[in-house]
């Protein structure tokens, strides 16, 4: 694995000057790589020497530069190596584990074989051949050979005591002493191989009785391991004396076993029932459970140290007792919290856990991973629960919502953040009753989620609640009139029932309600989901903190881009619904058709130069219109000015758009002719003037409208009239359309105007 961490190492992107290290060691005459590593293979490379050799020509700055490219290049590699272990960690754990049982086996063969060859060397020693010619010498080593007559030697003496007094230790479970024993009859035993003081048969009975008494001795301290009345002292002691006899698998094992029972039964000592485990219960048990990993891993360290296959064990063994502490936790706690929507709860216990999981991290347990991913999914569920109440709470909130705006209710529960941000003052948004409880349950969802960031939470929080606020968004549309007929709605199984916004007023606060919260509420809370920068300039004033870190998460922005498009989808609809009641009567009948300026001129009477009904109703509608979003869109004028362009565009674009309006006008019956044209001309200066005025005249409507005078110019042209003859100068066209704003505004009236301007003549 440390070859693959770096071989998968990513090359810096940055080089030194000349004189730097770094220079020198990526750049040096165009070498190859292994040209320019034979430096570092030698046995006698000094790394002090070489980077002393390379910084005498470097200044302060560039060594403190390469000092910061160096630390930058080890946590890389850090992180490279951490990810390639982790990415082979369960083959890692399994050839460790099966290295470790091959290990046993071997010690187990060799035993086995020293046995077999102490017997088969003892049975050809043991053999005697008498010489064919001995004499009477023969019959007088026999006697002298002869057991029963020969003196026993002081190593057959020793032998005989230490079998003796090794049953005696073992039968008082003498550990210590009995290992002790054990250890010196070995080395009697190759000592008296060696200087042949024993017979083979001795021997191999010397070697047979140490085997048989070590293992005993073995079961003996793997039977005590398992005893519920083992006390920590006694199992570590066990484990030790395993480990010098030789078994260190086995006893590894043996204690990870032991600590599992431990936690069991103080578990279900602490746990007596599932209903009992909440609340504080949970916090006992959170922290009775990493306390005990804790301290296996303290045992572990202790007895094994480092050694790889027993760290991975200990990993192993952990994470799978991690995942039984999870599911527990979440079947009793996370699972009734998360189907009752209680997000809250559930954070709150999963943060308890967290934070006592956080503490094992400094013996090298990163068990977080393993608890996140567990709970997970009854976060998902838990936020899934809230945002469905969100939605129905919204749902029926609108069924009788006035569509008035007004300061927060006093009966409405203010929340955290909104208290927080001093927000419960004149300062305070102005929103209807379902929009302010929308807010407030949104603002609630936020806070909970927010400190759960390492769940990774936030896309999913963002998503569920950016379907939530469509679906609101789309009950505003429903309060629009005539909204129940849009062929949109009616595709739907069900359309909820809403209360409709009938006045101007009512549905201009369906507007403030979307972009208020568009804006302004749901991206300020969202900002809860994103941790301030580390080394950040604290002393700054909040507001601008929040804006810093708003700028900064990319995702967030998108999300409130995507809330301004469903803001823009009401406002269309909006405009639309308006632009139809101009342009259409309640049968459904065109009011702007050609026939308001093709008529024009085969009449008898003379004309009263005025803006025509349909225009002076627009007008009348965008100063109503600009009045009531003057009152609505304090601070987000801007809003407002939008709002009012789209309608005006809307208005302007159709007529633009109708070709049956044109084509009557350019070759109808009665084409249009000098006086329509000033009428129409007027129309058009009329809606650019108080456009302008009102300073809702965008770029785009204002070229809308030199493209429809002109088309209305090559129109009369086509008939042999020169237009430009019979149109006075556009001065005569402003004052008109000024006096005739005066006029709807009630600031003048018609005896004035019929005094200052009755024909276009008079202009000149």
């Known amino acids: 694995m440390e070859a693959k961490a770096v071989s998968t190492q990513s090359r810096p992107t940055h080089h030194y000057s000349s ?73 890692f754990i399994r050839t460790s584990k099966e290295i470790s049982d091959l290990e046993g086996e071997l010690l187990s063969m060799r035993n086995l074989l020293s046995t077999q060859a102490a017997l088969v ?67 009697k035993a190759e000592v ?23 293992q005993k001795l073995a079961d003996w301290l793997a039977e005590s391991a398992y005893q519920p009345s083992i006390n920590p002292v006694e199992l ?91 599911s527990l936790v979440k079947k009793h706690v996370l699972a009734s919290s998360a189907a009752a929507g209680g997000i809250r709860a559930a954070v709150e216990c999963i943060q308890l856990c967290l934070g006592h999981c956080s503490l094992l991290e400094a013996r090298g347990l990163s068990l977080s991973p393993v608890l996140l991913r567990i709970f997970r999914p009854s976060m998902e569920q838990a936020l899934s629960a809230n945002l469905k109440r969100i939605e129905q709470t919204s749902a029926a909130l609108a069924a009788v919502d006035d569509w008035s705006l007004a300061f927060h209710p006093v009966g409405l529960r203010f929340s955290r953040s909104t208290t927080s941000l001093g927000i419960v003052n004149a300062s305070q948004p102005k929103l209807s009753s379902s929009a302010h409880r929308f807010n407030s349950m949104v603002q609630e969802i ?46 739907g199984s069900m359309i909820k029932i809403v209360s409709m916004a009938v006045t101007e007023s009512q549905q201009v606060a369906l507007l403030a309600n979307a972009s ?106 965008l100063t109503r219109m600009a009045t009531i979003a003057a009152d609505m869109f304090v601070g987000r004028e801007r809003f407002a000015t939008v709002l009012l362009m789209r309608l005006i565009e809307t208005v302007i674009i159709w007529l633009s758009d109708d070709q049956g309006f044109w084509e009557e006008i350019e070759s109808g019956p009665a084409p249009l002719g000098p006086l329509g044209l000033q009428q129409f001309y007027l129309d058009m200066e009329f809606v650019l003037l108080f456009a ?26 086509a008939t042999g009239i020169d237009p430009y003859s019979v149109l006075p100068e556009d001065e005569w066209f402003a004052d008109v359309a000024q006096i005739a704003i005066k006029m709807l505004l009630g600031k003048a009236n018609f005896d004035n105007v019929e005094q200052e301007v009755s024909t276009p003549t008079a202009a000149y």
């Not at 008296?192 to 070590?214: D, F």
Request: aromatic share 6%; proline share 4%; charged share 25%.
């Open 19 to 91: 004189s730097s290290l770094g220079d020198s060691i990526e750049f040096d005459g165009g070498l190859t790589l292994s040209d320019r590593l034979k430096a570092f293979k030698s046995t006698n490379f000094d790394p002090d020497a070489y980077v002393t050799s390379k910084c005498q020509a470097m200044s302060e700055k560039e060594i403190r530069h390469l000092f910061s490219y160096l630390e930058n290049l080890k946590k890389a590699s850090a992180e490279e190596m951490r990810i390639s272990v982790y990415s082979n960690y369960a083959a």
């Open 121 to 187: 060397g003892g049975l050809a020693e043991g053999v005697h051949v008498p010489s064919l010619t001995a004499g009477a010498d023969e019959s007088e080593d026999q006697e002298t050979s002869d057991p029963e007559i020969r003196e026993p030697s002081k190593m057959e003496k020793w032998l005989a005591e230490f079998l003796d007094s090794l049953e005696v230790l073992m039968a008082e479970k003498r550990v210590n002493e009995a290992m002790k024993a054990l250890n010196d009859g070995e080395n």
């Open 192 to 214: 008296a191989k060696y200087k042949q003081t024993l017979s083979p048969a001795a021997i191999l009975s010397l070697q047979t009785a140490i085997t048989e008494q070590r």
């Open 236 to 326: 570590r002691v066990a484990t030790i004396a395993l480990k010098k006899l030789g078994d260190s698998h086995r006893a590894h094992t043996l204690l990870l076993n032991s600590h599992t029972q431990r936690l069991n039964r103080n578990m279900q000592s602490l746990r007596p029932s599932a209903t009992s485990l909440r609340g504080a219960s949970t916090a006992s048990l959170s922290q009775l459970f990493f306390s005990a990993v804790a301290q296996a891993a303290n045992d572990s360290l202790a007895v094994f140290g480092e050694e790889h296959s027993y760290a991975s064990e200990l990993v192993t063994w952990a994470v799978k007792q991690t995942e039984n502490f999870g």
């Open 446 to 491: 936020f806070e909970d989620v927010g400190p759960l960031e390492s769940l990774q939470m936030g896309g999913p929080t963002l998503e569920g609640l950016l379907e939530v606020f469509n679906s609101y968004i789309n009950l505003l549309k429903n309060a629009l009139p005539g909204s129940m007929e849009n062929e949109e709605n009616l595709q």
């Open 516 to 621: 208020l919260l568009a804006e302004d509420l749901l991206p300020r809370a969202a900002m809860k989901l994103t941790p301030l920068v580390q080394g950040g300039k604290f002393d700054e004033p909040p507001s601008r903190r929040a804006s810093e870190r708003q700028s900064r998460c990319p995702v967030q922005r998108d999300w409130k881009k995507r809330l301004q498009r469903s803001v823009d989808q009401l406002r269309d609809s909006f405009c639309r619904q308006h632009a139809l009641e101009l342009i259409f009567t309640e049968n459904a009948e065109v009011r702007l058709t050609p026939l308001i300026y093709t008529s024009m001129d085969g009449s008898t009477q003379e004309p009263e130069w005025f803006p025509s009904p349909i225009f002076q109703e627009l007008f009348g509608k």
């Open 692 to 717: 302008s005025q009102g300073r809702y005249l965008s770029r785009h409507l204002h070229q809308v409208i030199k493209n429809i005078i002109a088309r209305a110019i090559e129109a009369v042209a």
